[in-house]
C-alpha cells in the first residue's frame, strides 16, 4: 500500500511538474531586429507554455544560458553561427531543428526614380549596401559583381543600413526581409513575382542565397517548429519572406543539409 | 482611461530609468514589453515620448548631484554639473538645465513643426559623410577641450577605442584582444566602464568637505527662466545641434549632448572663460539632450524608420499587432505625440523639482560617505544589469579589473576614454564606410 501511495505521489508531482513546465526563450540580438520579432513569435506560439525572455547582449551569453539552464529554454539561432569553429557553436545535442528560410532580396527606396533592373544589370556607377556579415556578403558581392562589375557594394551595420538607401547613398540593398522598400529581385523563390538570381545569372553559385534559422534549445519536450508552424502566431507573422524550412526531412538530414550547403556558400565566396 | 494609465506608467518608468544608472529607456522598454504589447497603438508612442523626455530631466539630477551618469548623454552633466553642486551652488544648476532642457523640448518640437513641409527630405542629406563628418569633429573637439594635455587625451581616447572593441564581433566572426578569456568575449559593457573610469576618477579628485545642497524652488526656477537671457545664444545654439545630433542613427541625444558640449567648452576655453563647472557648458548638454530627445521621434514618425532600439521594438510590437504602419499613420500620430511630449516635459520640470529637494536630507553628511555609498550602488547596478543577461559576476569582476586604472587617472579628465569608448564604433564604421563608398 505504502509503495502504491509513494508511487502515485510521484506521478502526481511528475504530472504537475510537466504540466507547469514553462519553456524561455533566449534573446541575444538587437530590440525590433528580424531575429528578436522571430522569437517573439515563437513566445506567442507556445501560449502557455511560454515561460520568459532571458535577455542576453550577444550568442555567447546566449549560449552560456543554454548550457546552463536547468529549466527548458530554447531560442532562434542563425544558421551561419553553427558554421566552422566559432565560440558560438552550440553542442549538437542543443540543436532542434531546422526553422525558417528567405531569399534573400535587392530592394530600393521608393522615391529613387532611376531604380530598375536594367540599370542594376548595366549602371556605371551602382552602390548596393549589404549588412556587415563576413560570411552572407562575400556571396552576395560575388553575385553582384558577376551581374554588373561596375557595382560596388558597401557593408553596412543594422542601423545605419535603415536610413542608407532614403540618404541616396547607395541605389540598392540586398535584406532577407525588405521591409516597406520594393523589391526589385530575389535570390529565390519569392512572394513578389520578381525576376530571381537564376534568371539574372542561371547556375550562378549564389543565384538561390537566402538567409536560415535553426531552432535550439535545452529539456524542450515538444517538437518547437510543428507548433509554432501550427500557431495563430505564425499565419499572423509579418516577416512573411520566412518560410519553413526543410520540414520534411528528419532533424538529422535537415542539419546535414544545411551545414553542407554552408559551407559550400562559404568555399565559393572566399 | 488607457492614455491616462499610459501616460502615468510613461512618467515613472522615466523617472526609474532617470535616477537609475545603467537603467536607460531601452532597459525599461524590453521590461514594459508585454504592457506595451496590450496597448493602443498611439498609446505605444505616448508611452516612449513620455519616458524619454520624463528620464532626460530626472537623468540630469542624477548627473550633477551625484556625479552618476544614467547614460552617455549625462557625461557632460556630471562633469560641469557636479562641479558646480561640489561648489555649493547644485540648486542653481539644477533649476538652469531643467529650464534650458524645458526650452529645448519647445524648440526642437517648434522647429520640426516648422520644417515639417521639409522634414521627408531629412535623410536626403544625412549621407555617410554628413555623419563621420559629425563624429569626427565632436572626436576632435573633445580632445582639443579635455583638461589633459592634447597627446594624453589622444592617449585615453585610444584606451576608450581599445576597450569598446573587446570582445567577440559576430559579423566578422573574430574576436579582439580577449585573450581566450570567457569573461572578456562578451566585451566590457558600458555601466563598469563608466563607473570605474569615469565617475571614480572624478569622485576622488575631491572628497573634502560635506554634501552642501541648498534645494530649488519656484521662486528659484522663475529667477532661472528671467536670467536665461544671459545664456541665449547658448541656448539656441545648443538646442539647434541637439536637435540635428538626435538624427544620428543609434546614438541619437545622447550624441546630441557631447556634440553641443564640446562645441560650448570650445568656445568658453578660446574666450579664456571656462572653469571646470561651466554653467554655459551645463545648459549646453542638458538643453540638447531634450531637442535630441525630440528630433529622434522624427524618422520613425515621418520616414517610418526606426534609428534607437527602442524605436526599432516600437515599429516591431505595431507590426506584429498587424497594425498599419506606415508614414501615413506615424504622421497622423505626430501631433498627438508632440502635445504628449510638452506635457510631459512640463510635468518632468516640476516633478524633478519635488523630487531632488529630498535630497536635502543628505545635508551636513561628509562627502566621501556619500561617494562611498555612490560607489557602492553603481557597484549593486553593475551587478543587477549585468544579472539580468546572467552575468552579473562577470561584470563584477571587470569594474573591478577596472578600477585600477580609474585610480591612476584620478588627476585627470577621462572624459576623452569615456568618449572614445562609446564614440568608437559609430567613428571607426563611418570611416570605413566612406572608404567603401568613395575609393
Redesign the interface.
Given at each position: 500500500m505504502k509503495k502504491i501511495i509513494i508511487a502515485f505521489t510521484m506521478l502526481f508531482f511528475a504530472t504537475m511538474a510537466y504540466a507547469e513546465t514553462k519553456i524561455d526563450l533566449v534573446k541575444h540580438t538587437?530590440?525590433?531586429?528580424l531575429n528578436?520579432?522571430m522569437i517573439?513569435?515563437v513566445a506567442?506560439a507556445l501560449g502557455d507554455r511560454f515561460g520568459k525572455?532571458?535577455?542576453?547582449?550577444?550568442?555567447?551569453?546566449a549560449k552560456?544560458?543554454l548550457e546552463?539552464s536547468k529549466t527548458p529554454v530554447a531560442t532562434v539561432w542563425s544558421s551561419q553561427?553553427e558554421h566552422?569553429s566559432?565560440?558560438?557553436n552550440l553542442d549538437d545535442s542543443m540543436l532542434l531543428s531546422t526553422f525558417t528560410n528567405s531569399p534573400y532580396h535587392i530592394t530600393y527606396f521608393a522615391e529613387n526614380k532611376e531604380a530598375s533592373l536594367e540599370h542594376l544589370k548595366t549602371g556605371k556607377d551602382v552602390?548596393v549596401g549589404l549588412?556587415?556579415?563576413?560570411?552572407w556578403s562575400a556571396p552576395q558581392r560575388q553575385f553582384l559583381i558577376d551581374l554588373n562589375p561596375n557595382i560596388?557594394?558597401?557593408?553596412?551595420?543594422s542601423?545605419?543600413l535603415?536610413?542608407?538607401l532614403?540618404?541616396?547613398?547607395i541605389d540598392y540593398k540586398v535584406l532577407s526581409f525588405p521591409g516597406?522598400d520594393p523589391v526589385l529581385a530575389a535570390l529565390g523563390k519569392n512572394d513578389y513575382g520578381v525576376i530571381t538570381g537564376q534568371d539574372l545569372l542561371p547556375g550562378h553559385p549564389f543565384a538561390d542565397l537566402g538567409y536560415q534559422y535553426l531552432l535550439v534549445g535545452v529539456g524542450i519536450d515538444i517538437d518547437l517548429a510543428s507548433t509554432v508552424f501550427n500557431s495563430e502566431a505564425w499565419a499572423?507573422?509579418?516577416d512573411t519572406t520566412h518560410k519553413p524550412y526543410l520540414q520534411d526531412l528528419s532533424r538529422d538530414e535537415q542539419l546535414s543539409t544545411v551545414m553542407v550547403m554552408l559551407d559550400k556558400i562559404y568555399q565559393s565566396g572566399q | 482611461m488607457e492614455t491616462g494609465i499610459v501616460f502615468t506608467a510613461g512618467i515613472l518608468c522615466g523617472m526609474m530609468s532617470g535616477i537609475l544608472p545603467g537603467v536607460g529607456s531601452?532597459v525599461v522598454?524590453?521590461l514594459a514589453?508585454p504592457f506595451l504589447m496590450t496597448l493602443d497603438p498611439v498609446n505605444i508612442l505616448i508611452f516612449y515620448v513620455t519616458l524619454i523626455s520624463i528620464d532626460q530631466f530626472f537623468n540630469g539630477i542624477t548627473a550633477i548631484v551625484f556625479g552618476m551618469p544614467g547614460s552617455s548623454g549625462a557625461i557632460p552633466s556630471s562633469i560641469e554639473g557636479h562641479a558646480i553642486f561640489r561648489r555649493g551652488d547644485g540648486g542653481n544648476a539644477i533649476m538652469y538645465s531643467a529650464i534650458g532642457s524645458y526650452f529645448a523640448s519647445i524648440f526642437g518640437v517648434t522647429l520640426m513643426v516648422c520644417l515639417l513641409p521639409v522634414l521627408w527630405t531629412v535623410?536626403?542629406?544625412?549621407?555617410?559623410?554628413i555623419?563621420a563628418g559629425l563624429f569626427t569633429f565632436a572626436v576632435t573637439m573633445i580632445m582639443l577641450v579635455a583638461r589633459n594635455k592634447l597627446i594624453f587625451n589622444v592617449m585615453l581616447f585610444a584606451l576608450g577605442s581599445v576597450l569598446a572593441r573587446i570582445g567577440?564581433d559576430?559579423?566578422?566572426?573574430?574576436?579582439f584582444l580577449t585573450f581566450d578569456m570567457d569573461i572578456l568575449?562578451?566585451?566590457i559593457?558600458i555601466l563598469p566602464v563608466m563607473s570605474m573610469l569615469f565617475v571614480l576618477p572624478m569622485l576622488l579628485a575631491t572628497t573634502r568637505g560635506n554634501f552642501n545642497f541648498p534645494g530649488v524652488s519656484i521662486k528659484g526656477y522663475l529667477e532661472s527662466a528671467r536670467n536665461m537671457g544671459k545664456y541665449a545664444i547658448t541656448l539656441i545654439r545648443s538646442s539647434f545641434l541637439g536637435a540635428v545630433g538626435g538624427f544620428v542613427?543609434?546614438l541619437t541625444y545622447g550624441f546630441s549632448s557631447v556634440l553641443s558640449y564640446t562645441i560650448e567648452r570650445w568656445s568658453r576655453k578660446r574666450k579664456g572663460k571656462y572653469s571646470l563647472g561651466d554653467t554655459n557648458c551645463l545648459i549646453a548638454s542638458e538643453s540638447s539632450n531634450n531637442a535630441g530627445a525630440f528630433t529622434q521621434l522624427i524618422?520613425l514618425l515621418f520616414?517610418?524608420?526606426?534609428?534607437?532600439?527602442?524605436?526599432?521594438?516600437?515599429?516591431?510590437i505595431l507590426?506584429?499587432r498587424?497594425l498599419p504602419?506606415?508614414i501615413e499613420w506615424f504622421s497622423q500620430t505626430f501631433t498627438t505625440v508632440t502635445i504628449f511630449f510638452l506635457a510631459s516635459a512640463t510635468i518632468g520640470l516640476f516633478l524633478s523639482a519635488k523630487y531632488v529637494n529630498v535630497l536635502k536630507i543628505l545635508n551636513g553628511i561628509k562627502i566621501s560617505y556619500v561617494y562611498v555609498a555612490i560607489m557602492t550602488f553603481l557597484l549593486i547596478s553593475i551587478y543587477t544589469t549585468g544579472q539580468?543577461?546572467?552575468?552579473g559576476m562577470q561584470h563584477i569582476i571587470i569594474a573591478l579589473m577596472l578600477a585600477p586604472i580609474g585610480l591612476m587617472l584620478t588627476r585627470f579628465d577621462t572624459t576623452p576614454l569615456v568618449i572614445g569608448y562609446i564614440l568608437h564604433?559609430p567613428l571607426f564604421?563611418?570611416w570605413?564606410?566612406m572608404v567603401?563608398?568613395y575609393w
Open positions: 538587437r530590440p525590433g531586429g528578436d520579432r517573439n513569435v506567442e525572455f532571458i535577455e542576453t547582449s550577444n550568442c555567447l551569453q552560456k544560458v546552463n553561427t566552422g566559432q565560440p558560438c552602390k549588412w556587415d556579415s563576413n560570411f560596388k557594394t558597401i557593408r553596412y551595420k542601423k545605419p535603415r536610413t542608407a532614403a540618404s541616396g547613398e516597406k499572423n507573422r509579418r | 531601452l522598454m524590453t514589453f535623410y536626403g542629406i544625412w549621407t555617410t559623410t555623419q567577440w559576430e559579423s566578422t566572426t573574430s574576436s568575449y562578451t566585451g559593457p542613427p543609434g524618422p520616414l517610418g524608420i526606426p534609428i534607437t532600439t527602442s524605436e526599432a521594438m516600437i515599429y516591431h507590426e506584429a498587424g504602419v506606415s539580468l543577461q546572467y552575468a564604433h564604421d563611418s570605413e564606410r567603401e563608398l
